[in-house]
């Protein structure tokens, strides 16, 4: 027969005090917690609106969101013979970000985060009125899926027809970056004058039907001399502005007003090629659209053997401009697995130290940031990755 001892441990007054306590801590911060999560970060964060000068809340926060294949997206009609569709084994990749409301607690957690940036109100919904953003919408419209079909059907040698169209503004150029994330330290002289949406009528007394009208007026004038423009803007109608003219950040040699227009020109095809875009908004996947087209149009692998990321958007000259949020993509490529990202010369973080680390910062120093200016220099930097050349079809 065994002998079976049982210790009884008996605890203290002194010990139960201290687990009692414990225990309320553990309660506490548990409901800390619970409010914190509850409470909108606008409370607790705030930044200065580089527009006004005012200091403001900011209760968004832009934050990556995913990175998908292009290729699985692309629908083609009837195609007509002697128009082929291949099959690429690897695709191009699309970026998007969100920027969803916050809580304290989501800023407290994302606060020093790379890839996240904090809104105000005018930051996630701009300063538009609700006829400018109607128009503005109506203008998007004409996606970056229609740009990108016509850049890449003739970029393959395919009869594409194009005709004129009005000098719409779709936003004001940044003359300075901000140096903290934020929208512009600093605006061109035409911000004080001109909005999105604006349609401009007339320059110096002629009458525009394009934007190379426009480009005309200006040849013959220097930065800091000052035109009429003659606009019609949604809700208010027609009115006369005068505006400072400033140099090309790009070509200081040029003579700018300070606006990137809509691309309004009309685009004939010689065959129905469709996007599903989904829900993505805006046409920063420009270029992502474009490679893809070409990808699956002509023979040969334009990523070898794999996934490139794009970002950027497209004009239809195959320039490609800059984009927003691009940390938060680079955040979302490195999430995704995709080593390689194919973004915009022209983004400001490229142009100092600080916006290159945080870059850098945001895909955990596993992304190969590869910066392009024009279609032409996107399809050079894929071949030096082991991609095919591209083959033009027609």
Request: glycine share 8%; with cysteine; hydrophobic share 40%.
């Amino acid at each position: 027969m065994t002998d079976t001892t049982t210790d009884i441990v008996v605890i203290s007054p002194r010990n139960r005090w201290w687990a009692w306590v414990l225990a309320a801590l553990g309660l506490v911060a548990l409901a800390v917690i619970g409010i914190a999560s509850l409470v909108p970060s606008s409370l607790v964060s705030d930044k200065e609106n580089q527009r006004t000068g005012e200091t403001e809340p900011t209760p968004y926060a832009l934050t990556p969101a995913s990175a998908d294949p292009v290729n699985d997206r692309i629908v083609f009609g009837d195609l007509p013979d002697g128009v082929e569709r291949f099959d690429p084994d690897h695709s191009f990749v699309f970026v998007t970000v969100t920027a969803p409301s916050q809580s304290a607690l989501s800023w407290f957690a994302g606060r020093d985060d790379p890839a996240v940036s904090f809104l105000t109100q005018e930051d996630k919904y701009g300063a538009r009125t609700p006829s400018q953003r109607r128009e503005f919408n109506l203008q998007m419209m004409r996606t970056a899926e229609q740009e990108a079909q016509f850049v890449a059907l003739k970029k393959l040698g395919y009869d594409v027809n194009i005709t004129k169209g009005d000098v719409i503004v779709q936003d004001v150029l940044c003359k300075v970056p901000s140096d903290d994330g934020g929208e512009c330290a600093e605006w061109f002289p035409s911000d004080e004058q001109i909005d999105p949406a604006d349609r401009i009528i007339e320059a110096d007394g002629v009458k525009l039907e394009s934007t190379d009208d426009l480009s005309a007026v200006l040849a013959d004038k220097q930065p800091g001399d000052k035109i009429d423009l003659l606009i019609d803007r949604p809700g208010d109608g027609e009115k006369t502005v005068t505006v400072e003219l400033s140099a090309s950040p790009d070509d200081p040699n040029r003579t700018i007003v300070g606006f990137v227009p809509f691309d309004t020109r009309a685009i004939d095809l010689p065959f129905q090629v469709d996007i599903n875009t989904g829900d993505i908004g805006g046409p920063s996947a420009g270029l992502a659209f474009t490679l893809a087209l070409i990808d699956e149009l002509s023979p040969g692998a334009l990523t070898g053997d794999q996934n490139v990321a794009v970002t950027g958007t497209i004009d239809l000259n195959g320039d490609v401009g800059a984009i927003g949020g691009l940390a938060q993509k680079v955040s979302a490529v490195h999430q995704r697995g995709v080593r390689v990202f194919l973004v915009p010369a022209s983004q400001s973080e490229l142009k100092t130290p600080e916006g290159r680390q945080r870059l850098d910062d945001a895909g955990r120093g596993e992304v190969k940031i590869i910066p392009v200016a024009t279609l032409d220099e996107a399809l050079a930097a894929l071949e030096e990755l082991g991609g095919d050349p591209l083959v033009a079809v027609s």
